[in-house]
């Protein structure tokens, strides 16, 4: 009965190859984030989602295409992977009219 | 034990005192923020939240200080646990953007409470 459930926990990937990062939420909320934590934990938002329509998508290379296919998931779709692309990714999620994220426990990606 | 933000990343407390984390927030029109807990593995999660209007908060022996005049926030922690060795974050919200609008992460600072 996870919150915010994301999979995988862990995936290490080759450079080049297209990878995907699952996210759903079973609270009900109406916005959907993603976020990357680098090496040293430094959060930083890269898209969010209300109600299945993109609202925010930072400086993030095309190579990221997130998708929404009803208002309670989020997936990360990366292709062309990179050695920079290495991080912990976190899915989130928050209510309507409310500031607080519901985040996830991590995907943690390794390009090697 | 306290620390001053990006400058110390890192906090040693002993367990049972109580432990002050601070944070050098970047935007005066930010108004609303908020403090996050990340344990090893695992995501953030809420611990408190302070809007602008107000200076103080107070939770579950958490206290949320803002201090708007030299932009500083701080988080006290009372009678520190080792449960709460972890990444503590505050993050801000700039006036006038939605609910749903950025939140703006600071760097973080690792709390370690010696037993």
């Known amino acids: 009965d996870t919150a915010v459930s994301q999979t995988p926990k862990y995936l290490v990937t080759q450079m080049g190859n297209d990878k995907s990062i699952k996210c759903e939420q079973n609270?009900?909320?109406?916005?959907m984030y993603w976020y990357k934590q680098d090496s040293k934990k430094f959060l930083k938002i890269m898209f969010s989602?209300?109600?299945?329509?993109?609202?925010i998508n930072e400086t993030v290379p095309n190579r990221f295409s997130p998708k929404s296919p009803d208002k309670a998931h989020l997936n990360l779709h990366i292709n062309s992977l990179e050695l920079g692309d290495s991080a912990v990714y976190f899915c989130?999620?928050?209510?309507?009219?409310?500031?607080?994220?519901?985040f996830g426990s991590g995907t943690r990606l390794t390009v090697v | 034990g306290e620390s001053v933000g990006l400058h110390l990343p890192t906090l040693s407390v002993q367990e049972g005192d109580n432990s002050i984390i601070n944070c050098a927030y970047s935007n005066s029109a930010s108004d609303y923020f908020i403090w996050y807990k990340q344990e090893s593995g695992k995501g953030p999660q809420f611990i408190i939240d302070i809007r602008s209007n107000m200076d103080k908060r107070q939770g579950q022996r958490v206290t949320v200080l803002l201090n708007k005049t030299v932009k500083h926030l701080s988080l006290q922690i009372a009678a520190t646990q080792p449960g709460d060795s972890a990444v503590y974050f505050c993050a801000e919200k700039k006036e006038g953007s939605s609910n749903t609008g950025k939140l703006i992460f600071g760097q973080g600072t690792t709390l370690q409470v010696k037993p």
């Open positions: 989130a999620s928050s209510q309507a009219h409310r500031e607080n994220r519901f």
């Open positions: 989602y209300n109600n299945k329509e993109l609202i």
């Open positions: 609270l009900g909320h109406d916005t």
